[in-house]
């Protein structure tokens, strides 16, 4: 399994579950693998009741995906798009959240006082969430409640896994249910540009238009100086 930067402070560390990496499918491929994701010593994409290594195994194109399209907004200043009472990410969105409760419940929003919403300032908020949150870009997997956005110096990481993901065999909690950590700035655009770019080169040559798509993304993170 490799790993890249330093658990007790920032770090991920991945593997495959084949050599190869890849499975090919009719309408994509997926990187099969599984991922740890470490913030002060906590793996945030750990799982709970399932054992010390339950962790997010699945595409790594996913994670590959999120963080060439967005590390760019993580490490450079992209303010919440509203006034708020809140100091961390994770609230911040909470504050704004239109029900309560599980926000895939559609029922609830038929309750919703449509003619009070301020649409513009809710898809302002929901283009941010989706370039800082994980829920957001998860593909159908089960990642994080988490939000990552820079704050001075460092990156702010804030998490709140309240409700379970329901997979075939019952449902799925997050290990760490609600927290804040920071990290250092330099040190978390080290370990992404690494992480994305190891992916880059094993495929690259599998697929070509699509790596350099994801390095083409990257490429504008990798030039921000810290």
């Given amino acids: 399994m490799k790993i890249f930067g330093d658990k007790e402070k920032f770090a991920i560390q991945f593997d495959f579950y084949t050599e190869r990496g890849i499975e090919i499918h ?11 994701f470490w913030v002060n010593g906590k793996n945030l994409f750990a799982y709970r009741d399932f054992g010390p290594d339950a962790t997010f195994s699945y595409d790594l194109a996913i994670l590959l995906d999120f963080f060439c399209d967005f590390l760019f907004y993580h490490i450079t200043e992209d303010p919440f ?8 990410a994770v609230e911040m969105l909470e504050e704004f959240q239109l029900v309560e409760g599980e926000d895939n419940d559609v029922m609830k929003y038929l309750d919703v006082d449509w003619d009070n919403v301020d649409m513009d300032l809710h898809e302002k908020i929901y283009d941010w969430n989706v ?5 957001a870009n998860n593909g159908g997997s089960f990642l994080p409640h988490a939000y990552l956005r820079r704050v001075a110096d460092k990156i702010e990481v804030s998490w709140e896994n309240n409700f379970p993901y329901k997979a075939e065999k019952g449902e799925v909690y997050m290990k760490y249910k609600k927290g804040v950590d920071y990290v250092d700035a330099k040190l978390y655009k080290e370990v992404i540009v690494k992480f994305c770019m190891e992916l880059i080169n094993k495929f690259k040559e599998n697929f070509p238009e699509k790596m350099q798509e994801n390095y083409e993304n990257l490429k504008k993170a990798i030039e921000v100086t810290l």
């Fill in 26 to 36: 009719d309408d994509g491929y997926l990187m099969f693998g599984s991922a740890f």
């Fill in 81 to 88: 798009p509203a006034v708020t009472q809140s100091k961390i």
């Fill in 131 to 135: 370039r800082h949150g994980f829920t």
